[in-house]
């Protein structure tokens, strides 16, 4: 019953590297989202997909990239990370009906 | 575009108070409404999730209530205890299910 988990928990990047924040559910949802959450923002919605090998903008974006190759798994990558990515990052799974939530991962660029 | 308010952005009761979380957006296409509770540094936990068909949901201690025509939502909780303390996020779902958020009300419940 692990619901949806998120890898790392934890990071610490330069500015200008690379990395990418690993998504998976075990519920057979169709619909995966990447939102970020920042104080006084709230949560912004940064990519979604609503299915395997599909994936769209959400509001917020620029500077990611995503990729849903296997239907349980929703890949977010920051090419050139800068000062302004630092945030929690959660994702999200839906069948349409509920959701479920990871419990994040705090990324900061120094 | 979608909008999602909550007032009061913070809240501050004494325990066994009854309260009132209100929130409200701008466009009444939805498919749903969803309220979240959110501790320090913790990710989200539904508490209570509203068909766009439906008026209201209760859970325990909770209730939550849906005007579509509106605009509105409230989240009553009954009887609040310490434990209640934690932020509560309302969240809307549009196409494809995305869920606009509000920002939250912070909520203190003191023994």
């Known amino acids: 019953n692990a619901g949806v988990t998120q890898t790392p928990k934890f990071r610490v990047l330069k500015t200008g590297q690379s990395m990418t924040l690993l998504c998976a559910q075990d519920?057979?949802?169709?619909?995966m989202y990447w939102y970020r959450q920042d104080p006084g923002m709230g949560l912004r919605l940064i990519h979604y997909?609503?299915?395997?090998?599909?994936?769209a903008k959400g509001e917020v974006p620029d500077g990611y990239n995503v990729s849903r190759l296997k239907k349980q798994n929703f890949l977010l990558g920051l090419e050139s990370a800068a000062p302004s990515q630092t945030s929690v990052y959660f994702c999200a799974s839906s069948s349409g009906v509920g959701y479920t939530f990871g419990s994040g991962t705090r990324l900061t660029v120094v | 575009k979608q909008e999602v308010t909550q007032i009061p952005a913070a809240l501050s009761v004494p325990e066994g108070e009854n309260l009132v979380l209100n929130c409200s957006f701008t466009?009444?296409?939805?498919?749903?409404l969803q309220w979240f509770r959110q501790d320090p540094g913790k990710g989200l936990t539904s508490l209570l999730l509203i068909q766009s068909s439906q008026r209201e949901q209760t859970s325990g201690r909770l209730n939550a209530s849906l005007d579509k025509s509106s605009g509105r939502s409230t989240l009553y909780i009954a009887a609040s205890q310490p434990g209640d303390s934690a932020t509560y996020l309302c969240?809307?779902?549009?196409?494809?299910?995305?869920?606009?958020f509000g920002k939250g009300t912070l909520l203190t419940v003191n023994p």
């Open positions: 466009d009444s296409a939805i498919y749903n």
């Open positions: 519920m057979n949802h169709e619909y």
């Open positions: 969240a809307v779902a549009g196409s494809n299910y995305k869920l606009t």
């Open positions: 997909s609503v299915g395997e090998g599909t994936t």
